[in-house]
């Protein structure tokens, strides 16, 4: 009961309703349940995270850990479905120059994906130039249910999220995507445009190993125009 009576005094943080969901700005009670959602998520259903045998164990506190460091730019959104008062998605976001203070590699599940990301995103920042603060949205991760998946949530919460960034002056948007399923819905329905793309079987470390030598998948970075 405690829990659905925190819930009733969210609705300062609410966006948007669509009598299904409350689409809501992420707030620190949400931190642990949105973080088991994207560690089920991930770690349930991201191609490279199943090649990779991420446990839920590993990858939980990593989502916890960004999911704190981004709060205070209140552009995190979730999905609150009305009657169970459960959370059903969340599209994490975050002020470029706020995650560029940040660094995550001592609860990172992949410090060789972790590499890859960074490699794939100084190309793209050397390529964008100089930029302040409300200019450029980063996109991390994204978590929609299981039983919710396919029914157009995760276009919803992104399409929530650009109209909030539009008012707050932001120009554009990018995102690191590993997830042939997303990469559609970010580029087939949300518009995006795909700026790099890295063979994931190529990639070689900084000591001479090839991690995913044997996966047959890519990184993306998508850009979108605000």
């Known amino acids: 009961m405690r829990a659905r009576c925190c819930r009733l005094f969210s609705m300062a943080n609410t966006i948007e309703d669509d009598g299904i969901y409350s689409y809501e700005v992420l707030t620190e009670k949400d931190l642990e349940e949105v973080a ?19 446990a839920y164990e590993r990858f939980y506190p990593y989502a916890l850990a960004v999911s704190k460091a981004i709060l205070q730019d209140q552009l995190s959104i979730i999905a609150v479905h009305k009657q169970t ?40 920042m050397n390529q964008y130039g100089e930029f302040n603060e409300r200019d450029l949205l980063q996109i991390l991760m994204v978590g929609i249910r299981q039983d919710c998946s396919g029914k157009g949530l995760a276009t ?13 002056a932001f ?5 690191e995507v590993s ?4 990469h559609y819905i970010y580029t087939k329905k949300l518009n995006g445009k795909e700026f790099a793309s890295t063979s994931l079987a190529t990639f070689v470390s900084n000591d001479g190993r ?6 047959d998948g890519r990184i993306q970075l998508i850009v979108f125009d605000l």
């Open 179 to 182: 997830n042939p399923a997303t």
């Open 210 to 215: 090839r991690p995913f030598e044997h996966y």
């Open 85 to 124: 008062r459960e959370i059903h998605g969340i599209v994490q976001a975050v002020d470029a120059k706020t995650m560029a203070k940040q660094n995550f590699e001592d609860v990172d599940p992949s410090i060789d994906t972790l590499r890859v990301l960074q490699e794939i995103e100084e190309h793209f």
């Open 156 to 168: 919803k919460l992104h399409e929530i999220l650009f109209a909030r960034c539009r008012q707050h």
């Open 36 to 54: 088991r959602l994207l560690a089920r998520t991930f770690t349930e259903g991201n191609p490279l995270e199943i090649y990779l045998k991420t």
């Open 171 to 175: 120009r554009h948007a990018f995102v």
